[in-house]
T-cell receptor, first 115, second 114 residues
Framework: AQKITQTQPGMFVQEKEAVTLDCTYDTSDPSYGLFWYKQPSSGEMIFLIYQGSYDQQNATEGRYSLNFQKARKSANLVISASQLGDSAMYFCAMREGRNTDKLIFGTGTRLQVFP | DTGVSQDPRHKITKRGQNVTFRCDPISEHNRLYWYRQTLGQGPEFLTYFQNEAQLEKSRLLSDRFSAERPKGSFSTLEIQRTEQGDSAMYLC???WGQGNEKLFFGSGTQLSVL
């Protein structure tokens, strides 16, 4: 089974609108971390937001928020007020357990923001 | 402010040749990671170091792959006897602390094996 599933290969959103990128995860370990990274065409992965499995509140970082639904094992990224510069690949990732620093990435969602 | 630096940006080689990539992490970062990314996929973990110690290696890292981080500063990733399946983007990242959630990635080395 896939550890991280991103079912949306591509998404379109109009500038200034909000968009949700889906991510579901699979683990039986009670301790894990969930991440979102942005990869523009330049190739560099940029950290956006982090959610720990024991965090009670949803993480927020500026225009980014993570909709964490533990029972559903989902960690969707919400981008508010989209900008043209948000056009990029977006990857969801998980660190599973306490004894590893390895990140497991999904296949990504390509977001295109149009004027 | 210098980020994670990788060299070269692109490498084209013939099958069977050896290649070596270099990664210079952010200077105060003690952890360094190597990932591999193929077209249409997310990055796959290869290995990571804390200072000079290699703490974890993926099963993806066959005997032809070796990574070092002498003196806990820069790191090298060597691939011996390259195969066409090794063609990928090799990404390096660094972080500070233990299990720090924020990894800082370099722009990668794109390897093409002909």
């Amino acid at each position: 089974a896939q550890k991280i599933t991103q079912t949306q290969p591509g998404m379109f959103v109009q500038e200034k609108e909000a968009v949700t990128l889906d991510c579901t995860y699979d683990t039986s370990d009670p301790s894990y971390g969930l991440f979102w990274y942005k990869q523009p065409s330049s190739g560099e992965m940029i950290f956006l937001i982090y959610q720990g499995s024991y965090d009670q509140q949803n993480a927020t970082e500026g225009r980014y928020s993570l909709n964490f639904q533990k029972a559903r094992k989902s960690a969707n990224l919400v981008i508010s007020a989209s900008q043209l510069g948000d056009s990029a690949m977006y990857f969801c990732a998980m660190r599973e357990g306490r004894n590893t620093d390895k990140l497991i990435f999904g296949t990504g969602t390509r977001l295109q923001v149009f004027p | 402010d210098t980020g994670v630096s990788q060299d070269p940006r692109h490498k084209i080689t013939k099958r069977g040749q050896n290649v070596t990539f270099r990664c210079d992490p952010i200077s105060e970062h003690n952890r360094l990671y190597w990932y591999r990314q193929t077209l249409g996929q997310g990055p796959e973990f290869l290995t990571y170091f804390q200072n000079e110690a290699q703490l974890e290696k993926s099963r993806l890292l066959s005997d032809r792959f070796s990574a070092e981080r002498p003196k806990g500063s820069f790191s090298t990733l060597e691939i011996q006897r390259t195969e066409q399946g090794d063609s990928a983007m090799y990404l390096c990242a660094s972080s500070w602390g233990q299990g720090n959630e924020k990894l800082f990635f370099g722009s990668g080395t794109q390897l093409s094996v002909l």
